[in-house]
C-alpha cells in the first residue's frame, strides 16, 4: 500500500518545562492511537518538542484507510416472518435501518442459529481527510492542568498558539487548528533565526529547523548535548558536573540551542551542608553542581544560556550576582537555625495540623514514640534511639531552612541532630526515617532508622485510612500506597521479622476520635497485602503463587516472602502439578462432605491408604524442623515424595465410602495432608 510521511507542529508561547517531555509523548500517543484505530498503518513514529513548539512525525503512513466489509446482524431468522410467510415488523425495520429492502438482506448461518443479516462494501478514506480529526481530537485529549484562554478566541491550550504546520507528504493539509489554519510555515530560534522557514517535507523537518532555524527539535539530543558540555566545562575547573536527570530534561525543555556558561561563587558558602547548596542550585536556578573527584562541592556552577551571546561574560556574572544572595539567605537559616536546639523545637509541633481527626504534628509524634519502642523490642534494636529519634524526627520541619526548602527535610534534621550532639544513629535515622523516598530508592540502612520508618508509615497508613480518607483511583494525596511499599520494602529488604498484622492492631489503639476499628484494620491489611501482590508480580511471581501463599494469611512479609521463594521452586518439581491437582481435590472433597472428618485416621482397610497414612505421618515427622527454621522450601521438597502414595489412594480408594465412620477417618487422612501442606502454603491455588 502506498505511503507518505506526516508532520505535524504547534507552535505556542513558551511550553511549562517541568512537563514538556511528558506532553509532547501524550500527543505522539494521541495520534497514533487515533491513526491506529482509523486503521491506518505506519512503520515509525517520534516526538519533537522545544519551548515554543510540539511536533510528531510519522513514518510511511498509509494513503488510504483498506477497503472493507461492514456486516450488521439483524432478527433471527425465525422472527424475520409473520404468519402469512412476508416479512416481519423487526425484519422490516432492521431493512429500513440499513438503507435497503428486505430481498437484498442475506443469511447468517452459525451453531446457534440462523439470522438476517446486511452486508456492506465500505471503501477506505483518503488518509488526509482523517487526519485534520484524529489531530484535533489528539489535542482535545491531553491531560492539562489549567488550559488557557487567549484574545477573543475561544479555544484553549496550556499556552496561547501561534502557528500550525500539518504535511502529508510533499503536501500541505490546510484545515483549522486551534483557531490556526494550518500551512508549512514554521519559526526557528527567538533571537538568533526568527524569520519564517518554510518546510518542504515531514522528513526534512528537523535539520531545516536545525541548518535554518538555529534550533534542535529533537529533545534526548539536546539532553546528550547539555550532559556532555556540562561535563566538559566542569572539566576545565577541574570538576566533574553533577547531572541529575529531572534537572537535565527541564534545562533540555528550557533551551532550543543550549550553550554552556561556568559560574563561580564565594568559596565561604562551601561550610553549609552541600545538600543545602545543591538544592539551592538545582531547584532555584537550574544550574549544575560541580564536585572535585572526592565527590566534594567546588565553588562553581554550570548554567545552560538559550543564546549564542556576543558578550558571554555577562550572562556568567549574571548569573554569579543572582545565585549570591540565595546562597546568603541559605547561609542566614544555617546559622539561625542551630541557634536554637531540635528539642527545643518539639514543642512547636503542638502548632502545626497533621490532620482534622489525628491532631497534631506532636500527636502524630507521641505514636511514633510508641510504635518505635515496640518496634525496636521485637527486633533487638536500641530502644532508647528508637525513641529518640523518633521524638526528633520532624522537629525540623520547624526550622527557616526547611520552611525554604521543604525538599531537605529529614536531611538538616540530620545536621542539627549532630550539631546538638545526638547520637550519630539518633541523627541518621531522623534523615532516613522518610525512606525509600520513591520507587526504587534505597531504604534506611541504619537500624534505628528502619525502625522510626516503620512506625511513621504504620501510623500514617492505619491514621489515614481511620479518618475515612482511603485512596480511591489516582487521587492519594497522603502517598499512602508509597508508605505501604516502603513499609514492605523495609520489612523484606533489610530482613525484618515483624508481624505487620499485628502491628497495625496496636497503631490502630492509639486514636482518640471514633471510627470502626474492625472495618479499618480489614481495609488497611488488605491494603498492604495489595501493595504486596504488586511488588512479589514486579520481581516475576506468578499470580497462582501468590494467591497460593496470601490463603495461608502469614502475617510477616518476610516470612510471606520466604514462603513465596519455596512455592516458586515448588513449582519446578516434577510432582508439583499432580500434587497441586491432588490438593485440589482433596480440597473439594473436604469442602462439600456432609460429614465432619473424624478426630482421629484410626484404623484403615485399603492397603493404599494404610500406605498413605505412614507416608503422611512420616512426612509430618520430617518436615517440622524445615518448618521450625523457616525452611520452607526443604519442607516442601519432602511433601514432593508424598505424590506416588497420594496418586495411589486416589487410584484405589473410594473416599466416600457408604460406611460413614471409615468415610470420616478417610476425610481425617486427607485432612491430616492436607494441613501439611497448609503450613506453607495452599498449593491447589497453583494453576497448571
Same mark, same amino acid.
Given at each position: 500500500?502506498?505511503?507518505?510521511?506526516?508532520?505535524?507542529?504547534?507552535?505556542?508561547?513558551?511550553?511549562?518545562?517541568?512537563?514538556?517531555?511528558?506532553?509532547?509523548?501524550? &500527543?505522539?500517543?494521541?495520534?497514533?492511537?487515533?491513526?491506529?484505530?482509523?486503521?491506518?498503518?505506519?512503520?515509525?513514529?517520534?516526538?519533537?518538542?522545544?519551548?515554543?513548539?510540539?511536533?510528531?512525525?510519522?513514518?510511511?503512513?498509509?494513503?488510504?484507510?483498506?477497503?472493507?466489509?461492514?456486516?450488521?446482524?439483524?432478527?433471527?431468522?425465525?422472527?424475520?416472518?409473520?404468519?402469512?410467510?412476508?416479512?416481519?415488523?423487526?425484519?422490516?425495520?432492521?431493512?429500513?435501518?440499513?438503507?435497503?429492502?428486505?430481498?437484498?438482506?442475506?443469511?447468517?448461518?452459525?451453531?446457534?442459529?440462523?439470522?438476517?443479516?446486511?452486508?456492506?462494501?465500505?471503501?477506505?478514506?483518503?488518509?488526509?481527510?482523517?487526519?485534520?480529526?484524529?489531530?484535533?481530537?489528539?489535542?482535545?485529549?491531553?491531560?492539562?492542568?489549567?488550559?488557557?484562554?487567549?484574545?477573543?478566541?475561544?479555544?484553549?491550550?496550556?499556552?496561547?498558539?501561534?502557528?500550525?504546520?500539518?504535511?502529508?507528504?510533499?503536501?500541505?493539509?490546510?484545515?483549522?487548528?486551534?483557531?490556526?489554519?494550518?500551512?508549512?510555515?514554521?519559526?526557528?530560534?527567538?533571537?538568533?533565526?526568527?524569520?519564517?522557514?518554510?518546510?518542504?517535507?515531514?522528513?526534512?523537518?528537523?535539520?531545516?529547523?536545525?541548518?535554518?532555524?538555529?534550533?534542535?527539535?529533537?529533545?534526548?539530543?539536546?539532553?546528550?548535548?547539555?550532559?556532555?558540555?556540562?561535563?566538559?566545562?566542569?572539566?576545565?575547573?577541574?570538576?566533574?558536573?553533577?547531572?541529575?536527570?529531572?534537572?537535565?530534561?527541564?534545562?533540555?525543555?528550557?533551551?532550543?540551542?543550549?550553550?554552556?556558561?561556568?559560574?563561580?561563587?564565594?568559596?565561604?558558602?562551601?561550610?553549609?551542608? $552541600?545538600?543545602?547548596?545543591?538544592?539551592?542550585?538545582?531547584?532555584?536556578?537550574?544550574?549544575?553542581?560541580?564536585?572535585?573527584?572526592?565527590?566534594?562541592?567546588?565553588?562553581?556552577?554550570?548554567?545552560?544560556? *538559550?543564546?549564542?551571546?556576543?558578550?558571554?561574560?555577562?550572562?556568567?556574572?549574571?548569573?554569579?550576582?543572582?545565585?549570591?544572595?540565595? &546562597?546568603?539567605?541559605?547561609?542566614?537559616?544555617?546559622?539561625?537555625?542551630?541557634?536554637?536546639?531540635?528539642?527545643?523545637?518539639?514543642?512547636?509541633?503542638?502548632?502545626?495540623?497533621?490532620?482534622?481527626?489525628?491532631?497534631?504534628? $506532636?500527636?502524630?509524634?507521641?505514636?511514633?514514640?510508641?510504635?518505635?519502642?515496640?518496634? $525496636?523490642?521485637?527486633?533487638?534494636?536500641?530502644?532508647?534511639?528508637?525513641?529518640?529519634?523518633?521524638?526528633?524526627?520532624?522537629?525540623?520541619?520547624?526550622?527557616?531552612?526547611?520552611?525554604?526548602?521543604?525538599?531537605?527535610?529529614?536531611?538538616?534534621?540530620?545536621?542539627?541532630?549532630? $550539631?546538638?550532639?545526638?547520637?550519630?544513629?539518633?541523627?541518621?535515622?531522623?534523615?532516613?526515617?522518610?525512606?525509600?523516598?520513591?520507587?526504587?530508592?534505597?531504604?534506611?540502612?541504619?537500624?534505628?532508622?528502619?525502625?522510626?520508618?516503620?512506625?511513621?508509615?504504620?501510623?500514617?497508613?492505619?491514621?489515614?485510612?481511620?479518618?475515612?480518607?482511603?485512596?480511591?483511583?489516582?487521587?492519594?494525596?497522603?502517598?499512602?500506597?508509597?508508605?505501604?511499599?516502603?513499609?514492605?520494602?523495609?520489612?523484606?529488604?533489610?530482613?525484618? *521479622?515483624?508481624?505487620?498484622?499485628?502491628?497495625?492492631?496496636?497503631?490502630?489503639?492509639?486514636?482518640?476520635?471514633?471510627?470502626?476499628?474492625?472495618?479499618?484494620?480489614?481495609?488497611?491489611?488488605?491494603?498492604?497485602?495489595?501493595?504486596?501482590?504488586?511488588?512479589?508480580?514486579?520481581?516475576?511471581?506468578?499470580?497462582?503463587?501468590?494467591? @497460593?501463599?496470601?490463603?495461608? *494469611?502469614?502475617?510477616?512479609? &518476610?516470612?510471606?516472602?520466604?514462603?513465596?521463594?519455596?512455592?516458586?521452586?515448588?513449582?519446578?518439581?516434577?510432582?508439583?502439578?499432580?500434587?497441586?491437582?491432588?490438593?485440589?481435590?482433596?480440597?473439594?472433597?473436604?469442602?462439600?462432605?456432609?460429614?465432619?472428618?473424624?478426630?482421629?485416621?484410626?484404623?484403615?482397610?485399603?492397603?493404599?491408604?494404610?500406605?498413605?497414612?505412614?507416608?503422611?505421618?512420616?512426612?509430618?515427622?520430617?518436615?517440622?524442623?524445615?518448618?521450625?527454621?523457616?525452611?520452607?522450601? @526443604?519442607?516442601?521438597?519432602?511433601?514432593?515424595?508424598?505424590?506416588?502414595?497420594?496418586?495411589?489412594?486416589?487410584?484405589?480408594?473410594?473416599?466416600?465410602?457408604?460406611?460413614?465412620?471409615?468415610?470420616?477417618?478417610?476425610?481425617?487422612?486427607?485432612?491430616?495432608?492436607?494441613?501439611?501442606?497448609?503450613?506453607?502454603?495452599?498449593?491447589?491455588?497453583?494453576?497448571?
Amino acid at each position: 500500500m502506498a505511503s507518505k510521511h506526516l508532520l505535524f507542529e504547534l507552535g505556542s508561547e513558551e511550553l511549562p518545562p517541568k512537563t514538556l517531555v511528558k506532553l509532547s509523548q501524550a &500527543l505522539l500517543d494521541n495520534v497514533l492511537q487515533g491513526l491506529s484505530a482509523a486503521e491506518l498503518t505506519f512503520t515509525g513514529s517520534k516526538a519533537y518538542a522545544t519551548p515554543r513548539r510540539l511536533a510528531v512525525f510519522v513514518e510511511n503512513l498509509s494513503t488510504q484507510q483498506p477497503d472493507k466489509i461492514v456486516e450488521k446482524r439483524g432478527p433471527a431468522l425465525q422472527a424475520a416472518f409473520a404468519p402469512d410467510g412476508k416479512p416481519s415488523k423487526a425484519a422490516e425495520g432492521f431493512s429500513m435501518s440499513c438503507g435497503t429492502t428486505f430481498e437484498q438482506l442475506e443469511r447468517l448461518k452459525t451453531e446457534k442459529g440462523e439470522w438476517l443479516v446486511f452486508k456492506q462494501a465500505v471503501k477506505g478514506q483518503p488518509t488526509e481527510q482523517l487526519i485534520p480529526d484524529i489531530i484535533r481530537q489528539s489535542i482535545s485529549a491531553l491531560s492539562i492542568a489549567k488550559r488557557m484562554r487567549w484574545g477573543n478566541f475561544a479555544t484553549e491550550f496550556v499556552r496561547p498558539v501561534h502557528w500550525a504546520v500539518l504535511l502529508y507528504g510533499d503536501s500541505t493539509i490546510e484545515c483549522e487548528i486551534l483557531g490556526l489554519t494550518t500551512g508549512s510555515t514554521t519559526l526557528g530560534h527567538r533571537f538568533h533565526a526568527p524569520q519564517a522557514i518554510t518546510i518542504n517535507s515531514p522528513e526534512s523537518y528537523a535539520d531545516a529547523l536545525y541548518q535554518q532555524g538555529k534550533l534542535i527539535v529533537d529533545v534526548e539530543q539536546r539532553k546528550a548535548i547539555i550532559r556532555d558540555q556540562a561535563q566538559i566545562a566542569a572539566a576545565a575547573v577541574n570538576g566533574t558536573a553533577h547531572i541529575e536527570d529531572d534537572l537535565l530534561e527541564e534545562i533540555a525543555a528550557l533551551n532550543e540551542w543550549p550553550v554552556p556558561v561556568t559560574g563561580t561563587f564565594d568559596p565561604r558558602f562551601l561550610e553549609l551542608p $552541600a545538600e543545602v547548596l545543591i538544592t539551592t542550585m538545582q531547584t532555584n536556578q537550574k544550574y549544575f553542581p560541580v564536585k572535585n573527584a572526592s565527590g566534594e562541592l567546588l565553588p562553581y556552577f554550570i548554567t545552560f544560556s *538559550n543564546i549564542e551571546s556576543t558578550r558571554p561574560e555577562s550572562i556568567k556574572q549574571g548569573n554569579e550576582r543572582v545565585i549570591t544572595p540565595r &546562597l546568603t539567605d541559605a547561609e542566614f537559616f544555617w546559622k539561625q537555625d542551630r541557634k536554637k536546639s531540635l528539642e527545643d523545637r518539639v514543642e512547636s509541633l503542638a502548632n502545626i495540623v497533621f490532620q482534622e481527626k489525628l491532631g497534631t504534628l $506532636a500527636d502524630k509524634t507521641q505514636r511514633v514514640i510508641v510504635l518505635s519502642e515496640l518496634i $525496636a523490642t521485637q527486633l533487638c534494636a536500641n530502644v532508647d534511639w528508637a525513641k529518640r529519634a523518633a521524638r526528633l524526627a520532624k522537629a525540623d520541619l520547624m526550622t527557616d531552612m526547611v520552611g525554604e526548602f521543604g525538599n531537605l527535610q529529614g536531611i538538616m534534621g540530620r545536621y542539627y541532630a549532630l $550539631a546538638d550532639n545526638e547520637p550519630r544513629e539518633v541523627a541518621d535515622a531522623i534523615e532516613q526515617h522518610y525512606y525509600p523516598k520513591q520507587s526504587g530508592s534505597p531504604t534506611p540502612s541504619s537500624q534505628t532508622g528502619q525502625v522510626v520508618a516503620l512506625a511513621d508509615k504504620v501510623d500514617t497508613l492505619t491514621g489515614i485510612f481511620s479518618a475515612g480518607l482511603i485512596p480511591t483511583g489516582d487521587k492519594d494525596p497522603y502517598a499512602l500506597r508509597r508508605a505501604a511499599l516502603g513499609t514492605l520494602r523495609i520489612i523484606i529488604e533489610n530482613e525484618n *521479622n515483624l508481624d505487620i498484622v499485628a502491628l497495625v492492631d496496636v497503631s490502630l489503639t492509639l486514636y482518640t476520635h471514633t471510627f470502626d476499628r474492625k472495618e479499618i484494620r480489614k481495609l488497611v491489611i488488605d491494603f498492604i497485602f495489595d501493595r504486596l501482590r504488586g511488588y512479589c508480580l514486579d520481581r516475576g511471581y506468578a499470580p497462582d503463587e501468590f494467591d @497460593a501463599v496470601i490463603s495461608v *494469611n502469614p502475617a510477616q512479609p &518476610l516470612d510471606f516472602m520466604k514462603r513465596l521463594q519455596a512455592v516458586k521452586a515448588f513449582r519446578q518439581l516434577p510432582e508439583a502439578e499432580s500434587l497441586a491437582a491432588a490438593n485440589k481435590r482433596i480440597r473439594n472433597i473436604l469442602k462439600k462432605s456432609d460429614i465432619p472428618p473424624a478426630g482421629q485416621v484410626g484404623d484403615l482397610v485399603e492397603t493404599e491408604e494404610r500406605h498413605l497414612f505412614d507416608t503422611a505421618k512420616e512426612s509430618a515427622a520430617d518436615i517440622q524442623p524445615f518448618l521450625e527454621k523457616k525452611d520452607y522450601q @526443604a519442607a516442601l521438597s519432602r511433601l514432593a515424595k508424598t505424590e506416588s502414595a497420594v496418586n495411589a489412594f486416589f487410584d484405589k480408594v473410594m473416599v466416600m465410602s457408604d460406611d460413614l465412620d471409615l468415610r470420616a477417618r478417610r476425610l481425617a487422612l486427607l485432612n491430616m495432608l492436607s494441613d501439611q501442606f497448609l503450613q506453607i502454603a495452599d498449593i491447589s491455588k497453583l494453576q497448571s
